[in-house]
């Protein structure tokens, strides 16, 4: 029932199963009386002071239940079906793969929506005082990688890298591989610094398996330490050791600046202006994805996507804890399917 026959089942008789599911008493269906949310990281602090600030202006309004789970266990949540027992909202620090979306559909998700929110970046940051200086994407990637164009990895220290770095042994602490900032991580830097060598950019086209392993795996005998799902713990560690080196959101940045300071990328700094603008090399897109079946069976969802859209401009609330605002026409476009919630397409995803 959960996987087949549900797929033939229109939206309006998802919304009923989802209500039919609930009558039964304890936690699942229409009796959940909470949104809940989960996935990124990196977005639940936006979607915590999202949550916050609705329940503030409107009392009569559970508090939404906000879960960081990271990006990728997130969408495998919020994928699993219909149902108050599965998630209402998953926040991701990247886009829907075409993958997860299949999921959905295969598990009765039929009609998704998808909001950009805003821009983050992938800062890399050391503790005042500490490591200074100037990254590149090949650099990072002959650094962090597990195997550097296919050969071993023998860099010990930066100056291995790149002579002009310091002889500090490389200490890079970052996301996990369940993180959507390691995804974004993969595909903004290491992918990046991987293609400058002709042979991988062939690799690419001749085995696409091979290049993705060698392009994006990262080390495991120390050098790349994974702290989880929390970015404040990789503040802590580089604030405690200054020859570490982190790698998180800018918001974390940005909210820690009397603790740690930007590394540049190609020369170009991790600021608000710069991500705006996409000149820092690790800028990327936030989103939060709606299941539609959910939007009139759990209390408040409604109102906790429009109260998104009144805190994600360049002057709002969410700009004041490190959020990039998106390009006005972005902007625009989201706000409509906030407003009308029209379902994201597998085409929209190729």
Known sequence: MKTKNILALP???ATALL???GSGGGDTGASRDSIRAVGSSTVYPFAKAVAESLARSNPDINSPIIESTGTGGGMKLFCSGVGADTPDIA????????SEFETCLANGVMEVVELQVGLDGIAFA???GGQNFNLTPQIVYEAIAAKPYGKEQTAKTWADVDPSLPTDPILVYGPPSTSGTRDALKELVLEVGCKTNADM???KESDEDSYDQICTEVRSDGAYVDQGEQDNLIVQKIEGNPKAVGVFGY???EENADKV???PMNGV???YENISTFAYPGARPLYVYVKKAHLDVIPGLRDFVAEWTKSWSKGGMLAKIGLVASPDDVMATNMTAATEFTPLTADQLK
């Open 11 to 13: 939206a309006l008789a």
């Open 201 to 203: 950019k062939a690799l």
């Open 19 to 21: 209500a039919a599911c």
């Open 261 to 263: 300071t930007g590394l």
């Open 269 to 271: 700094d991790p600021t």
């Open 91 to 98: 926040n991701a620090s990247r886009r829907m793969k075409a």
């Open 251 to 253: 918001s974390y940045l």
């Open 126 to 128: 050391s503790a005042k």
